[in-house]
């Protein structure tokens, strides 16, 4: 379905779905919980508290291009703080809640910002340690009313409207007359992303670029007023911002914030979303839990999933063939999806149409079992810089393995060292006051991915690698790791895992198990230990891993086979900053912080 009505700004955006489509509608446009129970959040609610925000900003001094600093959980009032800044011509600037008392000073300085809407006591203590560093902050805004303090010039979310309140008196239309002048080629808002130096670049991306992406999204995508988002990736991210937020929201839909990632899955049979954005994570984590679930059943059950897997699958082949399914397929199908996939639906909400995943390389297998289920993942491929989507499988062409094909209006190439670029009405202005790493991402218009690919015959884009992920043996053989990670990842027990090899003799690999799966094995087996720390250390467990590597990497070359690995009794976390937001593993900084476990698996054998 399309967009409800053609907008050419995301304040235009908002008045229309809000004012035009949403007038009478008793139906929620927001969800969320508190106190145990889902309450909803009607159009003309959205509108008013927006509006009475945007009017408090304006009372405090922000003015047409000012920036305004966003750092919240996914909650109604990012959406409120978001449409708001924007309202009023201003320029907003998300930081990721798990950012530092440091990466904020950077980014208000970078930034300029005249103001910060922050959620909680804890983030706002992280802005007062740096505030006195910050030449340009005028005033700080708390979401939570109770957590405002005494500091001078800090507001609450009822304050500010408060505020808005009394200058609406005097200027009734305001709000609206400001939505109004927004052009389409304004910046709309500076996303910080890590930088090779580890120093943060703002992304300057406009109304313009933004909307692109959303129109074209609808395109390729049949959504509509009906669908409900469960959304549960950082908003600060561009990735859900235009996929679960704006998309969501052009054409009526209902977003769900869900309470965090530990409850997605309860979050999932509460609001049976249609359509949910998502990460590979996550896919790995449903993966992991069903795939302990059957083998914890009797032998006979083990059988009849199994069995219903393989013939998902082929009946899957079979549709997408273009010849009749055989009638005996369809039969032992649905048989199949009585005994075993319509429960599998079931944890996801039994309504949903397909998760849209991103920010990281799905495995092929992942993408084939939970299609087999009737449970699709649609891949796509894009960056900060970009929109964020560049390509994307469709609906009714996709394959997995492969991040789909260019989006409509994007035109994508390979140069002669295999990295994509991408040319379009999405792609960034720069870099906000960073003219060199400008200079270096985008040449003659055309954005330098960073990322290695092809297409294959039918035209759908594949990505081997990140451009600094490859890595060379002392062999002087090329290795792309992610792909071998992934296949390593579909192993019950291996819950993360990276490869180490660069300049190496050969390749070794840290691995954080599952550790629940390492329990059951270790109980079955009547192994005996105290704590995790000693389960990991033990000879039996290195060996059973052995045995996992051996059976999955036999279709791998030699010099690609891993021959030493160490076993970590802690996950990577974005708290101790080994994974990115979007759940991506910080390579360098994981190498660093392990250096000497791994100089310990090559220690007498190079050199």
């Known amino acids: 379905m399309p967009i409800y009505k053609d907008f050419k700004t995301i304040p235009q955006l908002f008045q229309i779905i809000t004012q035009d489509f949403g007038r009478g509608k008793e139906r929620p446009v927001l969800k969320y919980k508190a106190n145990d129970q889902w309450l909803g959040i009607k159009y003309d609610e959205v509108y008013r508290d927006t509006e009475n925000l945007a009017l408090g900003l304006a009372a405090l001094g922000v003015k047409r291009n000012d920036k305004v600093a966003i750092i919240a959980e996914n909650r109604p009032e990012w959406v409120y703080s978001d449409m708001a800044v924007l309202g009023l011509g201003g320029v907003d600037v998300p930081l990721y809640p798990i950012s530092t008392s440091e990466t904020i000073e950077f980014c208000l300085n970078n930034s300029e910002s005249v103001g910060i809407i922050v959620s909680n006591k804890f983030q706002l203590n992280k802005v007062l340690k740096v505030r006195n560093e910050c030449k340009t902050l005028q005033f700080i805004v708390v979401m939570n009313n109770e957590d405002k303090g005494?500091?001078?010039?800090?507001?609450?979310?009822?304050?500010?409207?408060?505020?808005?309140?009394?200058?609406?008196?005097?200027?009734?239309?305001?709000?609206?007359?400001?939505?109004?002048?927004?052009?389409?080629?304004?910046?709309?808002?500076?996303?910080?992303?890590?930088?090779?130096?580890?120093?943060?670049?703002?992304?300057?991306?406009?109304?313009?670029?933004?909307?692109?992406?959303?129109?074209?999204?609808?395109?390729?995508?049949?959504?509509?007023?009906?669908?409900i988002f469960l959304s549960f990736l950082p908003l600060c991210h561009i990735f859900e911002r235009m996929g679960g937020y704006y998309t969501a929201f052009s054409c009526g839909g209902t977003i769900a914030y869900a309470e965090s990632i530990e409850k997605i899955a309860s979050n999932m049979e509460d609001i049976h979303p249609t359509i949910m954005t998502a990460v590979p994570r996550l896919f790995e984590r449903m993966y992991s839990k069903i795939k302990r679930n059957v083998e914890s059943q009797p032998e006979k059950k083990q059988k009849i999933f199994n069995w219903a897997i393989e013939i998902g699958k082929e009946f899957c082949v079979a549709k997408k063939s273009g010849h009749p399914v055989p009638i005996f397929l369809t039969l032992k199908h649905k048989l199949a999806d009585k005994l075993v996939f319509h429960k599998l639906r079931a944890k996801t909400g039994g309504k949903l149409r397909f998760f849209i995943s991103g920010g990281a390389a799905l495995a092929r297998e992942l993408g084939l079992f939970f299609e087999a289920a009737g449970i699709l993942i649609i891949e796509g491929?894009?960056?900060?810089?970009?929109?964020?989507?560049?390509?994307?499988?469709?609906?009714?062409?996709?394959?997995?393995?492969?991040?789909?094909?260019?989006?409509?209006?994007?035109?994508?190439?390979?140069?002669?060292?295999?990295?994509?670029?991408?040319?379009?009405?999405?792609?960034?202005?720069?870099?906000?006051?960073?003219?060199?790493?400008?200079?270096?991402?985008?040449?003659?218009?055309?954005?330098?991915?960073?990322?290695?690919?092809?297409?294959?015959?039918?035209?759908?884009?594949?990505?081997?690698?990140?451009?600094?992920?490859?890595f060379k043996t002392s062999g002087g053989k090329y290795i792309a790791p992610t792909p071998i990670e992934n296949m390593f990842l579909a192993s019950k027990y291996i819950d993360q895992f990276i490869l180490i090899g660069d300049r190496r003799m050969f390749v070794s690999a840290?691995?954080?198990?599952?550790?629940?799966?390492?329990?059951?094995?270790?109980?079955?087996?009547?192994?005996?230990?105290?704590?995790?720390?000693?389960?990991?250390?033990?000879?039996?467990?290195?060996?059973?891993?052995?045995?996992?590597?051996?059976?999955?990497?036999?279709?791998?070359?030699?010099?690609?086979?891993?021959?030493?690995?160490?076993?970590?009794?802690?996950?990577?976390?974005?708290?101790?900053?080994?994974?990115?937001?979007?759940?991506?593993?910080?390579?360098?900084?994981v190498e660093e912080r392990y250096k000497d476990l791994i100089e310990g698996m090559y220690k007498g054998l190079e050199g």
């Open 381 to 470: 491929f894009g960056l900060t810089e970009s929109s964020p989507v560049i390509a994307a499988n469709r609906v009714n062409d996709y394959k997995f393995g492969t991040v789909g094909k260019p989006m409509p209006g994007v035109e994508i190439k390979i140069a002669k060292d295999g990295e994509i670029l991408a040319y379009g009405p999405n792609i960034m202005q720069g870099y906000y006051k960073n003219k060199k790493e400008t200079d270096e991402t985008i040449k003659d218009g055309w954005l330098y991915t960073g990322d290695i690919g092809v297409f294959d015959a039918e035209g759908f884009l594949i990505i081997t690698d990140r451009k600094k992920h490859l």
């Open 510 to 589: 840290l691995i954080v198990p599952d550790y629940d799966a390492l329990k059951e094995y270790a109980d079955a087996n009547r192994i005996q230990y105290k704590s995790i720390d000693e389960l990991v250390e033990m000879k039996q467990i290195y060996e059973l891993l052995d045995r996992e590597l051996d059976q999955f990497q036999k279709k791998l070359a030699n010099f690609e086979r891993v021959r030493k690995f160490a076993i970590l009794d802690k996950p990577f976390t974005i708290e101790t900053g080994e994974l990115t937001p979007s759940l991506k593993i910080k390579r360098k900084f």
């Open 150 to 227: 005494t500091e001078k010039d800090v507001f609450n979310f009822s304050d500010v409207q408060a505020k808005g309140l009394d200058f609406g008196k005097d200027h009734p239309n305001y709000f609206k007359e400001s939505s109004k002048l927004t052009q389409e080629n304004e910046l709309c808002t500076i996303i910080y992303t890590s930088g090779t130096t580890g120093v943060p670049k703002g992304v300057m991306l406009t109304h313009k670029n933004i909307v692109s992406n959303i129109k074209a999204a609808h395109e390729i995508f049949d959504i509509g007023e009906n669908d």
